[in-house]
């Protein structure tokens, strides 16, 4: 099924696409995750300055996950009743950088032809409990964390 994107010139495209990718923007994106697994993902754009930084929305945390608190503590809560696009109370995963996309560009392209892949803005207070999170979190670097501090502090 195509979108309405085409329809308007590309130009206008680029804009809107460049001006999405934004800290703390949720965006629903196109994955392969390389192992056979392809499917559309929420991900938060945790930071776009330098190399472009996401981070994966995911309905349930991995039972291994649950279990150890170190982990869990790298986990921030969405609830779905703050937000339309979620179905689910969902949690992003700030332990890992998503390394799906090499490219700002390549996040760029999809919103460029589905506009409608942008879900929407995080909360203060989500960003905050994202921030958090990926203080906590042993498995980013030292510039990982001070990128998405300097990108979604408020």
Not at 59 to 75: E, I, T, V
Not at 110 to 119: G, N
Not at 131 to 143: E, F, I, P, Q, Y
């Amino acid at each position: 099924m195509g979108t309405l994107a085409k329809a308007f010139p590309e130009e206008d495209r680029e804009q809107y696409a460049s001006q999405n990718v934004l800290p703390g923007k949720v965006l629903y994106l196109w994955c392969d995750f390389g192992d056979g697994t392809r499917k559309d993902k929420y991900l938060v754009v945790a930071c776009a300055n330098g190399p472009t930084i996401l981070l994966t929305i995911n309905s349930d945390l991995h039972q291994n996950m649950s279990r150890n608190p170190r982990w869990l503590a790298c986990q921030a809560l969405l609830k779905a009743s703050d937000y339309e696009f979620l179905s689910v109370d969902s949690w992003v995963n700030c332990a890992k950088i998503n390394d799906l996309f090499d490219s700002r560009e390549s996040v760029e392209e999809q919103l460029r032809d589905d506009p409608s892949r942008v879900r929407g803005d995080l909360s203060r207070s989500d960003r905050q409990a994202i921030l958090s999170a990926a203080m906590r979190a042993n498995t980013l670097t030292v510039s990982q964390k001070k990128a998405i501090v300097a990108a979604l502090d408020c």
